[in-house]
């Protein structure tokens, strides 16, 4: 590993203070505040595409949090003369075939869907990372034993094996964000092992082990900051998969039924109108799926190209 | 000759490796439906059965046994042929999929290929004119497709395509209802058709195609669009291509350059998308009611019918990594970077 390749790994660092190791290694330090701050700034001028992403997830945060004060009706609250109203100033996107406000269930599903896939990302990224930076310094026999056991569970169609696991633990959204972390571990897991590979014979982490440091102390402070670029445009990739998966998943019937709002279940509701032309208990839900996963999505493209610049 | 033999030996390496592969693969069929406290015993003797007819189930399921034996005796049937029966339809778990298994690979088939054609082209377009006005477009809609839901898309085009414009059939099955099915010879359906003589059969078959392939081509072809575009756009870049640049080679020489060096990345993307269509079958054959083994697979997992769920994930497992063994030997083949050693 050539010493340019050294700065270019460090370099995203230096610019985004939320990610380097504040121990004080860079000789003149801006607060970490002023740092972040000045770093998003430049993140957010950079790529208009980028800066729209962080606008509907932003959006989508807003409307989760706010949804009690925001919607009109109570997600769950039935109005019995009202089934399958088309859309009007009164239900903004009619109601369904419960006669439950879709307006207001659509605003709602938002907390569930955000909260599945935070948690379910958060717990992956912290095992995998842990899994990735030990099999990837160590490497030997417990590399060996978890890349087989992590090829074994990447073998099946994600979807299927999640069906599978939430129909038999039958537990509902724990079951749901138990899965979806379970299913991402392998990639994190990779994704750390191989930048961990890098990292490992770079000048800085030879430096550091020929000065006598712990094991630990050499992956947290040098490993674990440097191989960060790429989990954090990996993260908004899992966010975005996850909101899918758990939209497929409920779709399907298994794991979050039908009261409870969540969009994939409410398309399910919806799905048995659309062949007689019912579309909007179908197409709203739908379509908040859609805006919340192209924001992330949109925000991974952009840190790609910003942490990355060149990579891939 | 060199070659052959280092194509050879990898070939050897890299289809011993699926055995241990499999072994696992068969581990987690196997126990991933007995992670839960569902008791199938409880579901087949009734709601009204007493613990004593509860019992007496479990005890011919052999379900009381411990499980370590269970799967041993499961591992030891399922290699002499006998996948055991659904406790719902009663009959053999081999028959069912050998009934589905060839519907469903059928249409992920022709799905793949219609997402490979659209992925490849609008990946290959936008990579070879970066940072063009038709990149951007292509950039924006290629993520607006990996964005969506396949089932949403499905269900959007029904309303679109046979609710509002009537130019598609019912999304009901492979074909029209009025139309007798043809007779099971290969299972492949459309097959069946032809080796009938049922043109009309064939071309209602084609008709109710129409609707699941577009959907996985949009959202299955975006996936590959991206890949592509990011992997023609490094190719592009390395010095090879500029040497060919600079030396005034005609354009279509360079785009087959690019097409070419690009080939084992995008040869990758095609076997994750086959497999992904193995997954994203279950919800087109949902909406759709194609009857294929996605249904049946989701309907066992719904009822905690062991032996087709077992049957279900363990011939998934084995598929994908069959897939993803020809798409390696594939690329071994034609990028002898991959056997050098």
Same mark, same amino acid.
């Given at each position: 590993?050539?010493?340019?390749?050294?700065?270019?790994?460090?370099? @995203?660092? =230096?610019?985004? =203070?939320?990610?380097?190791?504040?121990?004080?290694?860079? @000789?003149?330090?801006?607060?970490?505040?002023?740092? *972040?701050?000045?770093?998003?700034?430049?993140?957010?001028?950079?790529?208009?595409?980028?800066?729209? =992403?962080?606008?509907?997830?932003?959006?989508?945060?807003?409307?989760?949090?706010?949804?009690?004060?925001?919607?009109?009706?109570?997600?769950?609250?039935?109005?019995?003369?009202?089934?399958?109203?088309?859309?009007?100033?009164?239900?903004?996107?009619?109601?369904?075939?419960?006669?439950?406000?879709?307006?207001?269930?659509?605003?709602?599903?938002?907390?569930?869907?955000?909260?599945?896939?935070?948690?379910?990302?958060?717990?992956?990224?912290?095992?995998?990372?842990?899994?990735?930076?030990?099999?990837?310094?160590?490497?030997?026999?417990?590399?060996?034993?978890?890349?087989?056991?992590?090829?074994?569970?990447?073998? !099946?169609?994600?979807?299927?094996?999640?069906?599978?696991?939430?129909?038999?633990?039958?537990?509902?959204?724990?079951?749901?964000?138990?899965?979806?972390?379970?299913?991402?571990?392998?990639?994190?897991?990779?994704?750390?092992?191989?930048?961990?590979?890098?990292?490992?014979?770079?000048?800085?982490?030879?430096?550091?082990?020929?000065?006598?440091?712990? *094991?630990?102390?050499?992956?947290?402070?040098?490993?674990?900051?440097?191989?960060?670029?790429?989990?954090?445009?990996?993260?908004?990739?899992?966010?975005?998969?996850?909101?899918?998966?758990?939209?497929?998943?409920? !779709?399907?019937?298994?794991?979050?039924?039908?009261?409870?709002?969540?969009?994939?279940?409410?398309?399910?509701?919806?799905?048995?109108?659309?062949?007689?032309?019912?579309?909007?208990? *179908?197409?709203?839900?739908?379509?908040?799926?859609?805006?919340?996963?192209?924001?992330?999505?949109?925000?991974?493209?952009?840190?790609?190209?910003?942490?990355?610049?060149?990579?891939? | 000759?060199?070659?052959?033999?280092?194509?050879?030996?990898?070939?050897?390496? #890299?289809? /011993?490796?699926?055995?241990?592969?499999?072994?696992?693969?068969?581990?987690?069929?196997?126990?991933?439906?007995?992670?839960?406290?569902?008791?199938?015993?409880?579901?087949?003797?009734?709601?009204?059965?007493?613990?004593?007819?509860?019992?007496?189930?479990?005890?011919?399921?052999?379900?009381?046994?411990?499980?370590?034996?269970?799967?041993?005796?499961?591992?030891?049937?399922?290699?002499?042929?006998?996948?055991?029966?659904?406790?719902?339809?009663?009959?053999?778990?081999?028959?069912?999929?050998?009934?589905?298994?060839?519907?469903?690979?059928?249409? +992920?088939?022709?799905?793949?290929?219609?997402?490979?054609?659209?992925?490849? /082209? %609008?990946?290959?377009?936008?990579?070879?004119?970066?940072?063009?006005?038709?990149?951007?477009? /292509?950039?924006?809609?290629?993520?607006?497709?990996?964005?969506?839901?396949?089932?949403?898309?499905?269900?959007?085009?029904?309303?679109?395509?046979?609710?509002?414009?009537?130019?598609?059939?019912?999304?009901?099955?492979?074909?029209?209802?009025?139309?007798?099915?043809?007779?099971?010879?290969?299972?492949?359906?459309?097959?069946?058709? %032809?080796?009938?003589?049922?043109?009309?059969?064939?071309?209602?078959?084609? #008709?109710?195609?129409?609707?699941?392939?577009?959907?996985?081509?949009?959202?299955?072809?975006?996936?590959?669009?991206?890949?592509?575009?990011?992997?023609?756009?490094?190719?592009?870049?390395?010095?090879?291509?500029?040497?060919?640049?600079?030396?005034?080679?005609?354009?279509?020489?360079?785009?087959?350059?690019?097409?070419?060096?690009?080939?084992?990345?995008?040869?990758?993307?095609?076997?994750?998308?086959?497999?992904?269509?193995?997954?994203?079958?279950?919800?087109?054959? /949902?909406?759709?009611?194609?009857?294929?083994?996605?249904?049946?697979?989701?309907?066992? +997992?719904?009822?905690?019918?062991?032996?087709?769920?077992?049957?279900?994930?363990?011939?998934?497992?084995?598929?994908?990594?069959?897939?993803?063994?020809?798409?390696?030997?594939?690329?071994?083949?034609?990028?002898?970077?991959?056997?050098?050693?």
């Amino acid at each position: 590993m050539s010493a340019t390749e050294d700065h270019a790994a460090g370099s @995203p660092l =230096g610019r985004d =203070g939320s990610l380097a190791p504040t121990s004080g290694d860079l @000789p003149e330090q801006q607060p970490v505040l002023r740092r *972040t701050l000045r770093a998003i700034n430049e993140f957010l001028r950079s790529d208009l595409s980028g800066t729209l =992403g962080v606008v509907l997830i932003a959006a989508w945060l807003l409307v989760a949090v706010l949804a009690p004060v925001i919607a009109p009706f109570s997600p769950v609250e039935v109005f019995g003369d009202r089934v399958l109203e088309a859309p009007s100033s009164v239900h903004w996107f009619g109601t369904d075939i419960n006669g439950m406000d879709v307006f207001s269930r659509t605003l709602h599903a938002a907390r569930l869907d955000l909260q599945i896939a935070g948690t379910a990302v958060l717990i992956s990224l912290v095992i995998g990372v842990v899994l990735g930076l030990l099999t990837g310094y160590l490497g030997g026999w417990v590399d060996m034993l978890v890349l087989r056991l992590l090829d074994v569970l990447q073998a !099946f169609p994600a979807l299927i094996l999640g069906l599978a696991i939430v129909a038999a633990l039958q537990r509902g959204i724990g079951s749901v964000i138990f899965v979806i972390a379970f299913l991402d571990i392998p990639i994190y897991a990779r994704l750390i092992r191989a930048e961990t590979f890098r990292i490992r014979e770079t000048n800085y982490v030879e430096a550091a082990r020929a000065l006598g440091n712990p *094991t630990w102390r050499i992956l947290l402070v040098h490993v674990l900051p440097n191989s960060l670029p790429p989990v954090v445009i990996q993260s908004a990739v899992r966010m975005a998969w996850a909101v899918k998966i758990t939209a497929s998943l409920a !779709f399907v019937g298994v794991g979050i039924q039908a009261p409870t709002p969540e969009w994939g279940s409410m398309i399910r509701v919806g799905s048995d109108g659309i062949m007689t032309g019912v579309w909007w208990p *179908t197409v709203f839900p739908g379509l908040a799926v859609v805006t919340l996963v192209l924001g992330l999505n949109l925000l991974a493209d952009a840190l790609q190209s910003y942490l990355r610049p060149g990579g891939r | 000759m060199n070659f052959i033999r280092n194509f050879g030996w990898y070939a050897v390496k #890299r289809t /011993l490796m699926v055995v241990p592969l499999l072994f696992g693969v068969s581990l987690v069929a196997f126990f991933i439906i007995r992670l839960g406290d569902v008791n199938p015993a409880v579901l087949i003797a009734g709601p009204t059965a007493s613990a004593a007819e509860i019992e007496q189930v479990a005890a011919e399921l052999g379900l009381e046994r411990p499980l370590f034996e269970q799967y041993r005796t499961y591992l030891a049937s399922a290699l002499s042929g006998d996948l055991g029966e659904s406790w719902i339809t009663g009959r053999t778990v081999s028959t069912e999929l050998r009934n589905r298994l060839p519907v469903t690979l059928e249409l +992920i088939t022709i799905g793949t290929v219609a997402s490979v054609i659209v992925g490849l /082209l %609008l990946g290959f377009v936008a990579g070879m004119r970066e940072r063009s006005l038709v990149d951007h477009f /292509l950039r924006v809609s290629t993520l607006g497709g990996i964005s969506m839901p396949i089932f949403w898309l499905g269900l959007l085009l029904i309303y679109v395509v046979f609710f509002l414009t009537d130019l598609a059939p019912p999304p009901l099955g492979r074909q029209s209802l009025m139309l007798a099915t043809p007779e099971f010879r290969t299972g492949l359906p459309l097959m069946d058709a %032809l080796l009938d003589g049922r043109l009309d059969v064939f071309w209602s078959m084609v #008709r109710h195609l129409m609707l699941p392939v577009i959907t996985m081509a949009l959202v299955i072809g975006a996936t590959i669009a991206k890949q592509t575009r990011a992997s023609v756009i490094e190719v592009r870049n390395t010095s090879m291509v500029r040497y060919a640049r600079a030396i005034g080679m005609p354009q279509w020489r360079i785009w087959w350059l690019v097409l070419h060096n690009s080939l084992p990345s995008v040869i990758t993307f095609i076997a994750i998308a086959y497999s992904l269509q193995l997954g994203g079958s279950v919800l087109i054959e /949902l909406i759709f009611s194609w009857g294929g083994i996605g249904q049946l697979g989701v309907n066992a +997992i719904q009822r905690a019918d062991y032996a087709v769920v077992q049957a279900y994930v363990f011939a998934m497992g084995i598929l994908a990594a069959a897939i993803y063994l020809v798409a390696d030997l594939i690329i071994a083949s034609i990028d002898p970077r991959v056997t050098f050693k």
